[in-house]
């Protein structure tokens, strides 16, 4: 018999793991926003970079003040600093920095680790993070400007929501980014790419933004229909405002959006018709930020209900 | 033509290029054999032999009590020098018989044919393979002619023999597929006759065209079908098989029989065609050693109770330093303590990590990625599986059907958090059990 300074490794099986890594998937996410965080730097300049660094940082450190006083380890720096872009790119260019930073600590400090850290928050960090800014500085957070000339504007949206008189932006204007608006939500284009990144890298589940998108589209082709007006109606609805940046890097949150195929086609439909819901009915002209908060609170239920049948086993639901 | 498959699963690298191509030759016979006195599920056998006896190839040296039990023989004439505890590669540690080989490789005079093979019927052919010791040789070495034993009101439709050898590293069965082809073939038809069916199937994955077109070729004119199916990990799963072949699913807690399906590995087939047309009991196997352990990876012929070590000599020894040595394939075997244990009727293979594979792993916090549930071929999660073995909530657990669990690894593989689930879900499903066991006996 051997000794016991010989004795082999013993280990569960499986003895393989794929490369996988959550740190290195956070990081691909990182790499998915680059191109809108280019379109936001390039449209918007200085006042982006400055909401932008200000907002990482201040979720960097956030993160690290939380986990050093609450002693764990840091396991996932890409996590604080997608807390940070995310919630930078549903922001105006020229909210002052102490406000991002504000609403960065917040998204990190109340909606992640009071309730209990990565992989338990119920809410989307920087949804949280933006709502609580926009509650509590309202003039500052729908303060707009044009990335054409600088000057104060309203956002494409707000223009159709209060039938202002403005001209509406063309919707090639609309896909490119060139266009007033959060700082990193206005070029579809440039999140597209990183959303396709993403699909991919099979980070995200079409599910999600499939539905989202075409919930979005099809119920405002059927408003256009009503109301007589054209396709350029729901095309305008899905580029304008912060949908593609919702649907395919905030509703597609792996903590805050189902964990069954079925239930991720209602979340994403969900959050489709709650948008729907309250651009054409509610008092803001943009729906997508408390849509998916909304449609957060239900993945419990969803993934309850939505449980898929075992092998070899029935239907039946928990 | 339209490849089958099954839903879940992943997609793994395979390694088999390392040894399928590589024919398989004759382990040395070793010097001593260590056999364990189990070798298959249901009742461990008491030996037959004592200390000082002197022992044919062949004869049966341990015998269990009960009906699901499997014989054992032993692998080389000589005598038996010890029946000691020593450790088996499924991780316990049983008694095992001791055989100093004389190598005179005399036959036992129980290894005949017990007759024309063309002329038996299913009860006779039935007891030539219990009496054989033939077990499942795909690894879970359950006996064989416990499956076939006819059940009243279930029918038997098709017997499917599974090529689909679908753990990395292991060619075994690819490499009989090639050699035994007619063996295989021979064997699938006595099965087919002791369960009184008519449709035989071969499946086999598409990673093995070569193995495919053989067993084409040696099953032609006979009832026999080979499907090929698409290359995806746990495609050789039982459960996972039976779908694939039939488009059918085991019900909970069933077996295959109540589809109407009895599955057994290719080198189970073989296995009993030499029982039924010479005699020979199951002393010998086919197994792959193989992993980047090892200097020259290969497939042996290799005498039950033949240790680890002896394969791993012939194989010009190891590569580095060893660190884990598999017993089985990398995803479902098990890891043993030392290279000092004997190969038994379900060792595949054998394979070999080296130190510098060991990539440091930490275990992350569950992000809900559900990448865990997109692979279950069990339709399970195990990511809440495992968060309700964490707190203790067995019933729970149950309730979230953790027994349907195959424990096939998939979910283990494709987490990014690292997070080894499927130990949590074995606590749970032993909590079932212990339970169950619990109310059972109350």
């Known amino acids: ?318 | 033509m339209k490849k089958a498959t099954f839903k879940g699963g992943i997609h793994l690298a395979g390694f088999k290029e390392l040894t399928s191509g590589k024919e398989t030759v004759p382990a040395p016979i070793p010097e001593r054999v260590y056999i364990p006195l189990s070798q298959h599920i249901g009742a461990p056998c008491a030996p037959l032999v004592v200390v000082g006896a002197q022992v044919k190839k062949g004869q049966r040296i341990g015998e269990g009590k009960g009906f699901v039990s499997s014989p054992i023989h032993a692998s080389v004439s000589g005598k038996v020098i010890a029946i000691e505890t020593r450790e088996h590669p499924g991780g316990s540690f049983v008694p095992c018989v001791v055989i100093e080989n004389n190598g005179r490789e005399e036959w036992d005079e129980t290894v005949r044919p017990a007759g024309d093979p063309a002329r038996l019927d299913s009860e006779q052919l039935r007891r030539i393979i219990s009496d054989a010791g033939i077990v499942g040789l795909g690894g879970a070495t359950f006996p064989a002619h416990v499956k076939y034993a006819p059940v009243e009101g279930k029918k038997v439709e098709t017997v499917i023999l599974n090529g689909v050898e679908c753990e990395p590293y292991i060619t075994a069965d690819h490499r009989l597929m090639l050699e035994k082809a007619d063996r295989i073939v021979a064997g699938l038809g006595y099965i087919m006759r002791s369960v009184c069916c008519e449709k035989g199937v071969i499946a086999i994955e598409d990673n093995k065209m070569d193995a495919v077109s053989v067993m084409e070729k040696a099953a032609a004119g006979k009832n026999i079908r080979v499907v090929v199916l698409k290359e995806k990990y746990p495609q050789g799963s039982e459960k996972q098989l039976i779908s694939a072949c039939t488009g059918k699913e085991v019900p909970v807690g069933g077996l295959p029989l109540d589809v109407g399906v009895i599955v057994n590995n290719v080198g189970t087939a073989a296995a009993i065609a030499d029982a039924v047309e010479k005699g020979i009991p199951l002393i010998e196997r086919y197994v792959t050693i193989s992993g980047p352990g090892i200097r020259e990876p290969a497939n042996y012929l290799v005498r039950i109770g033949t240790l680890f070590s002896e394969l791993i000599a012939r194989s010009g020894g190891y590569n580095g330093e060893p660190e884990r040595i598999i017993a089985g394939g990398p995803m479902m075997g098990k890891t043993v303590f030392s290279d000092d244990v004997p190969v038994v009727k379900g060792s595949s293979g054998i394979v070999v990590y080296h130190k510098e594979d060991k990539k440091a792993q930490r275990e992350y916090s569950c992000v809900r990625c559900a990448k865990c549930i997109d692979v279950c071929p069990a339709f399970l999660e195990p990511t809440s599986l495992a968060k309700m073995a964490k707190r203790g909530a067995w019933e729970e657990a149950e309730m979230g059907n953790v027994m349907s669990c195959i424990e096939c690894g998939s979910c283990v593989f494709s987490c990014p958090a690292q997070i080894p689930l499927i130990e949590y879900i074995r606590r749970a499903k032993q909590a079932v059990l212990a339970a169950k066991a619990k109310a059972k006996a109350a």
């Open chain 1, 1 to 318: 018999m051997n000794n016991q300074d010989d004795l082999l490794l013993v280990t569960s099986s499986p003895h393989m793991h794929s490369p996988d890594n959550v740190p290195a998937a956070m990081r691909d996410v990182i790499i998915a926003l680059v191109p809108a965080l280019i379109a936001a730097i390039y449209f918007f300049r200085l006042p982006a970079l400055m909401v932008i660094v200000s907002c990482v940082a201040s979720a960097y450190a956030a993160e690290y003040v939380c986990l050093k006083v609450m002693k764990k380890e840091m396991t996932n720096e890409y996590s604080a600093i997608i807390t940070g872009l995310l919630l930078a790119f549903c922001l105006p260019p020229t909210l002052p920095v102490w406000m991002a930073a504000l609403g960065s600590i917040f998204a990190i400090v109340i909606a992640k680790h009071l309730f209990g850290g990565l992989g338990q928050n119920i809410f989307n960090p920087a949804l949280i993070g933006r709502s609580f800014l926009l509650a509590s500085f309202p003039v500052a957070m729908t303060t707009w400007v044009s990335p054409i000339d600088g000057l104060t504007s309203a956002t494409r949206l707000g223009i159709m929501k209060e039938a202002l008189g403005h001209q509406l932006p063309s919707l090639g204007q609309l896909f490119m980014g060139n266009v007033s608006g959060s700082l990193g939500e206005t070029s579809t284009l440039a999140i597209l790419l990183g959303g396709l990144y993403l699909l991919y890298r099979k980070h995200i589940d079409w599910r999600i933004p499939g539905s989202f998108i075409g919930t979005v589209f099809i119920l405002m082709a059927v408003t256009a229909a009503v109301k007589g007006v054209g396709l350029w109606y729901p095309l305008f609805h899905l580029f304008a405002g912060g949908l593609f940046l919702g649907a395919f890097f905030m509703a597609t949150d792996w903590v805050t959006s189902p964990i069954t195929k079925l239930g991720r086609i209602i979340f994403g439909a969900g959050c489709g018709f709650l948008v729907v819901l309250i651009r054409l009915k509610g008092g803001y002209p943009e729906g997508v930020c408390y849509a998916i908060l909304l449609m957060n609170v239900a993945t419990p239920l969803i993934d309850r209900y939505t449980k898929a049948r075992v092998y070899g086993g029935v239907k039946s639901h928990a």
